[in-house]
């Protein structure tokens, strides 16, 4: 089995249902929680910002959310590009929206990576 770059992984996972992509993040995080690996030199490219921070700071990271109203407008805009009447503003509009969930995600990712490499996150 061939391993898979980062930016074709996202790209499969964004073409992803939201609640499967819910559900990916979900189980990518908990895998982070749970892994309790010692970081490598590749994995910390990144995380030299984060490291700085404090648990507290990481922490509200790690609990980071899309706003409540940029949500509603993404749970409409998928809803409109399902039924196909989307206009080219909107899908632009969808695609921001979509890429804004991703850096949420990465971010809460390597908060929760750098908190679980000094031992605080109990998970």
């Known amino acids: 089995m061939s391993a898979m770059s980062v930016p074709k992984a996202l790209e499969i996972a964004r073409r ?7 559900e990916l993040a979900e189980k990518l995080l908990r895998g982070i929680r749970t892994a309790r690996l010692k970081p490598t030199a590749k ?5 030299e910002t984060l490291a700085a921070l404090g648990n507290a700071e ?4 790690a609990d980071a959310a899309l706003a409540p109203s940029r949500q509603r407008k993404l749970r409409a805009l998928l809803r409109k590009n399902r039924e196909t009447t989307l206009t080219r503003a909107e899908h632009a509009a969808l695609d921001e929206l979509l890429a804004e969930t991703d850096r949420i995600a990465l971010l809460k990712a390597k908060a929760l990576y750098t908190l679980t490499a000094r031992g605080k996150n109990g998970g």
């Open 16 to 22: 992803l249902p939201p609640d499967a992509r819910l």
């Open 58 to 61: 990481l922490q509200s990271l």
């Open 43 to 47: 994995s910390q490219r990144g995380l």
